[in-house]
Structure formats: C-alpha cells, structure tokens
C-alpha cells in the first residue's frame, strides 16, 4: 500500500465496534488484501460484492482444510474452535463434494418449507414464553433474556433434544459464544461435551425414534446412505453451531439497528399494527444485508493457483470472503450505508452462496421475523438502555453479535393500567 494509503487496523476492538469504514476502504484500495489475523495466520480478504460472489461458488476454493499450505499449527488455528479435539470435522462446513453433496442432501429434508411452516408455531410459542419472563419488569438483556436462549430452544425441538436435557445445552452454547474470541479450552471442553451426548442421543433414539431431526439421519442412515455415526454426531453439532449463534446475532443485531433507526422501526411497526407481514418479510433481509450474523464466510483454500480479484493467489492460501463489506458494496446496492426496510433488489449474501449457502436460512428467517415482529408488537417503545458507544462486540473471527443489549420499555401491568393498546409511540395508534 502507498503511504498516502495506510491499510486501516483491523480486528481490534475498536474495528468491532464499527467495521464498516474499515471494510469501505479495502473495498476501495484492496479489495482482495492478504493480513495477518488475530491468531497469526495469513489469509486473503474478499470484500467486493462481485468477487465475494465468485468466490463462495468457486469450486477451486475447498472447504478443506487438509488443502491448507500453512504448518500444522497454523492449521490448529483455522475452523470452529473446539471441533478438531472432538472429532467433529465431518461437517458440512468443512468438506467438499461428494461427501458434501451425499450429507447435504439428508439434512435438506430437516429444512423444507413445509417442515418449517409445521415448526412455526412453535417458535412463537417460544417467543412468546421468553417474552413473558421479562415484559412485567420495564427492563432485560435482549441477548442473554431473549436472543440467546430462543434459537438454542427451537433448535433442541427440532434435533429431539428431550426438554430435560435443553438447559444443558444452553450452558454448552453459552460457554461456546462467550469465549469464541478468546481462550479456546472452555470451548473444547463444551464441544466435547456436546459430542459426547449427542453420540449418546444417537444411541437412544436409535432404539426409540420420533418425529425429529436426529432420528430422520438415523433413518436415512439405515436405509443405505451410509452416514457413519461420527458424521451423525458432526451434523447435529453444525446444525447446532451454524443455526444457533448466527441466529442470536440475527435478532441482536436487527432490534439494536432498529432501535438506532427510529423512521424504519416506526415504519415497520405501523405495517404490523396493520396486519402487514410484507415490509417484515423484506426489513429482515434488509437488515441480513445491512448489520448481518456473519461478518465473514468460514475458511476456504486454494486447491490450485488462481486469479481474485485481480490477485494471484498460491494454492494452499486461505481465502475469507467478508460477507459484510461485499454487502456493504455501493456497486451492487444503491445507498449501501442506507437502512431500507423496503429494499427490493436485495440479494445479499448474508447466507452465503453456492452449494454452501445456508440450509438452515428458511428456519433463521421464521425466528427472525417472528422474534422482530413479535418484540416490536408486544414491547411497543422498546429502547436502549445504555449508550450505544458503551455496547461491546463479541471478539471473533466469523460472527457479529453484541455481548448485551440492554433495553428498557413500559412494563406491561403500567401499559394496561394507563389504557395503552399497544400501539406505537407518539402516534395515536
């Protein structure tokens, strides 16, 4: 880079807070750039939209590590903390066709549109139940009270979690997205942990299956599509990891960008006051696009040499597309920095592309929009409790999300003694 054009930190706690500038810039002067991250590996950044696009559906790119060139301690750096020491590799994340292909394709029945649409009243019986914890009180922590626990709740429903069992889980989670960024043994302890009961689950529902994600593998497994138990246990924890914490951060992020965008949210609110569900429908996407769950797509690498971007990238180099800046990109969205829940042309990339893009996105978006639409009815002048410069970002490579989110809102006994019907503050609704 020139010295008129110093790269910009990034990955400290101030980039964040906020990355975008950051990323506006690389997209700008660098936009495929090769860094050193945190935890020492060198990797290229992808931030344009064209080439992020390229990128996630390029069959060059592996999902392999084994493709990695770096040493075998740099490749201890790479993928989901935890998973190598538990011997849970074998997952869609991370490996290539045709295993992927075979393992996708039996997952895929999990997530349809019709299973989802069964599951759906579920999850706002969940919502629902969340809510109540902390509609009397005037104040909660969106993440810990709310976000958090809905997506690990609905997600043990749907692997057949018994309920006795689910708090355990929410404890291994918990211990998972509080050190993501940091330390990396308390993960592998709540990894192994995990592993260990779902090899146990497998057992059990092996002799006793039901109506559930876990016996469906099962089943397909004993009719001849030779998924191994390994496999079995790495696909529950993915589906697991991927559908859990970039749901929390889909619901954090979404009620912090609304609360900061007071037009939109009121916008959205008088859509649902009126029964509405098609502002909901895109507002979600939009904020997908605008403030998303991954800030940047898991590891690829370079099975052979290849051209990015206009960069020469050596066979073996990890590649990292960053969803965030190439949804941020003001060649592929009009007034990119602009939060419009009514965006029409929106194909974001916040759930990838290509044969990875996220199986479990028709689930995401039934909790998100019921989550959103759900908070914003129930708790009508939901606001921050604190300044947004006092927030904390989690540390982490992959996710965005907010450690707290702390609000405050009319408890709902004052609410029904002054008469209020719900409606949307400073309107006569």
């Known amino acids: 880079m020139s010295e008129n054009h110093p790269v910009p930190e990034l990955f400290s706690w101030e980039f964040a807070t906020d990355p975008y500038p950051a990323y506006a810039w690389l997209r700008e002067h660098a936009p495929v750039h090769r860094t ?18 390229q990128a996630l559906a390029d069959a ?6 084994a493709h990695h060139a770096g040493s075998a301690h740099a490749k201890g750096k790479t993928g989901i903390p935890g998973e190598r020491k538990a011997e849970l590799m074998t997952h869609l994340l991370n490996i290539d066709p045709p295993d992927h292909t075979r393992l996708r394709r039996l997952v895929s029945k999990a997530f349809t549109p019709r299973r989802v649409a069964v599951f759906a009243p579920r999850v706002q019986e969940l919502t629902d139940r969340l809510i109540d ?20 709740y609905a997600i043990c429903d749907l692997l057949g979690v018994p309920p006795e069992d689910q708090d355990d ?20 302890r709540s990894v192994k942990k995990m592993r260990g009961y779902l090899a146990e689950l497998i057992h059990r529902k092996r002799a006793n299956p039901g109506d559930d994600l876990i016996s469906d593998l099962i089943r397909a497994s004993d009719h001849g599509e030779h998924l191994t138990e390994n496999e079995a246990a790495a696909m529950a924890f993915i589906i697991l990891f991927a559908g859990f914490e970039t749901t929390v951060n889909l619901i954090g992020n979404g009620m912090y960008t609304l609360m900061r965008n007071p037009v939109q949210r ?22 997908l696009r605008y403030d998303g769950p991954v800030e940047l797509a898991t590891w690829r690498y370079a099975t052979e040499p290849l051209t990015l971007g206009g960069q020469r990238i050596a066979a073996g180099d990890p590649v990292l597309v960053v969803l965030a800046a190439a949804d941020r990109d003001p060649a592929r969205f009009p ?7 009514a965006r029409r042309d929106n194909q974001h990339l916040g759930y990838g592309h290509g044969i990875h893009y996220c199986l479990g996105a028709p689930l995401a978006r039934v909790e998100g929009q019921t989550a959103l639409a759900t908070l914003l009815t129930r708790l009508p002048d939901v606001r921050l409790a604190e300044d947004p410069a006092d927030l904390r970002w989690r540390g982490g490579l992959i996710m965005r999300g907010l450690r707290t989110l702390p609000v405050q809102f009319t408890p709902l006994s004052e609410r029904a003694s002054a008469g209020h019907s719900g409606g949307i503050p400073g309107t006569n609704s």
Request: hydrophobic share 45%; glycine share 12%; charged share 25%.
């Open 36 to 53: 050193a991250l945190p935890s020492g590996v060198e990797a290229w950044l992808v931030t344009r939209y064209a080439d992020a696009r």
């Open 60 to 65: 060059r790119l592996s999902k392999d590590s």
């Open 133 to 152: 914890g902390f509609a009397a009180k005037g104040t909660a922590d969106l993440i810990h009270d709310f976000a958090f626990p809905l997506p690990i």
């Open 169 to 188: 889980f929410r404890d291994w989670a918990g211990m998972m997205i509080r050190h993501g960024g940091g330390p990396r043994g308390g993960v592998a």
């Open 266 to 287: 009121e916008r959205l609110q008088r859509s649902l006051a009126a029964g509405e569900t098609g502002l909901l429908a895109t507002g979600v996407e939009e904020l």
């Open 335 to 341: 007034d990119a920095d602009v939060l419009d829940l």
